[in-house]
């Protein structure tokens, strides 16, 4: 059977339970080695990847986001469904609201963002102005109302470079600049995602007021915390998500590096 659907389980999600009879499995890749849990949901085999490792050791700077995606990549994967704990900036995505992201803003500094270093690779400057697939994200949505969860169908994600929360002033101009969220880990993920030609989505689970936003300072105990309350949520809305997903789609990622198959060819 192959393995079609990847999900990436951020801050809070590190337990491969939503998966029936799940086995580690070892993959190598040019960037290093990836630990993944396999197993299977209502006849499909899923993948599933902890971004910050097993215990929460792997600061968002030093995620392999190489690897990670290659390793999905590798085991066939088509269809990312990446979680993610973020701080709003916007007064209607409250705690506790799940939102599937559509744009993000990059903040980042430190890290590798391409597969493509020149060489024998070459040199590839994906195309962005769908980063997140839209018939992913409308599964999602579509998932998330069926199960009368808090969803918001589209937002701007903000990627700070962490490992540190922001500062209200930084926070002030994120906001002026059109972020809706912020975390700390969806860039490079998505762009790496895209150059593999695979759909990725994002849902956002808000676990905090934005610092200078909210009332009390922030800490990765809260997050943790709030993740926990939506666990049972968030893996309902996955594995929905995963019933209705099917492989055909008419989406750009499948060639966002290659181009468009023109007819008859
Ligand atoms: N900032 C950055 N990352 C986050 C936050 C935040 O407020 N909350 C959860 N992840």
Request: hydrophobic share 40%.
């Amino acid at each position: 059977m192959a393995i079609t659907i990847g999900i990436i389980g951020g801050t809070g999600v590190y337990d491969p339970a939503m998966l029936e009879n799940p086995r580690e499995e070892s993959v190598e890749t040019p960037y290093g080695s990836v630990t993944v849990s396999i197993g299977t949901y209502r006849g499909k085999e899923l993948a599933f990847l902890p971004r910050h490792g097993r215990q929460h050791s792997i600061p968002p700077h030093l995620v392999n986001y190489r690897a990670n995606i290659r390793a999905l990549k590798k085991l066939g994967v088509k269809t990312v469904l990446a979680t993610a704990a973020v701080g709003s900036l916007n007064p209607s995505m409250k705690p506790g609201e799940l939102v599937f992201v559509d744009q993000f803003l990059d903040f980042t500094r430190s890290r590798v963002q391409t597969f493509y270093e020149g060489g024998p690779e070459g040199v590839v400057h994906v195309d962005m102005t769908e980063p997140y697939c839209p018939q992913v994200r409308e599964v999602l949505f579509r998932a998330g109302r069926t199960l009368r969860l808090p969803v918001h169908n589209g937002g701007t994600y903000v990627c700070t470079e962490g490992p540190r929360f922001e500062t209200p002033a930084e926070i002030n101009m994120l906001r002026q600049l059109g972020g809706d969220l912020v975390g700390m880990t969806g860039v490079p993920e998505v762009v790496l995602a895209r150059e593999a030609e695979m759909c990725y989505a994002t849902i956002a689970v808000v676990t905090n007021f934005a610092a200078g936003i909210s009332p009390s300072r922030l800490s990765h105990d809260e997050v943790v915390a709030m993740m926990a309350e939506n666990a049972a949520n968030l893996r309902s809305l996955i594995l929905q998500a995963v019933a209705w997903l099917d492989e055909e789609r008419s989406c750009a990622c499948h060639w966002a590096v290659t181009g468009p198959v023109a007819p008859g060819r």
